[in-house]
Nanobody, 117 residues
Framework: QVQLVESGGGLVQAGGSLRLSCTASGIIFSIHAMNWYRQAPGKQRELVAGITSGGSTKYVDSVKGRFTISRDNAKNTVYLQMNSLKPEDTAVYYC???????????WGQGTQVTVSS
């Protein structure tokens, strides 16, 4: 059974930092592309950051220079370091794993990030 378990969310003041973690089980983690999505109330889910199995990264423009995605294949874990947080970063953040060729797509349960002004 595939499980993605996020942690690290919480309440932080604007300008602060949080680090999200997502630990996977039931998959060959190293071959999966890993993504972080977020969904704010009343808005569509959006891709925040992604990292391929080879370590290439991508970010939505609004977080470039502030967020960093990384992975530790030995720990089956992907991270999202979030610095200089803004109130508009408030959302539920979801971890996503994509098998090669998009054959399968897995999701975590989400973790709430709230940034107060």
């Amino acid at each position: 059974q595939v499980q993605l378990v996020e942690s690290g969310g919480g309440l932080v003041q604007a300008g602060g930092s949080l680090r999200l973690s997502c630990t996977a089980s039931g998959i060959i983690f190293s071959i999966h592309a890993m993504n972080w999505y977020r969904q704010a109330p009343g808005k569509q889910r959006e891709l925040v950051a992604g990292i391929t199995s080879g370590g290439s990264t991508k970010y939505v423009d609004s977080v470039k220079g502030r967020f960093t995605i990384s992975r530790d294949n030995a720990k089956n874990t992907v991270y999202l370091q979030m610095n200089s947080l803004k109130p508009e970063d408030t959302a539920v953040y979801y971890c996503n794993a994509v098998r090669p060729l998009g054959i399968a797509n897995y999701w975590g349960q989400g973790t709430q990030v709230t940034v107060s002004s």
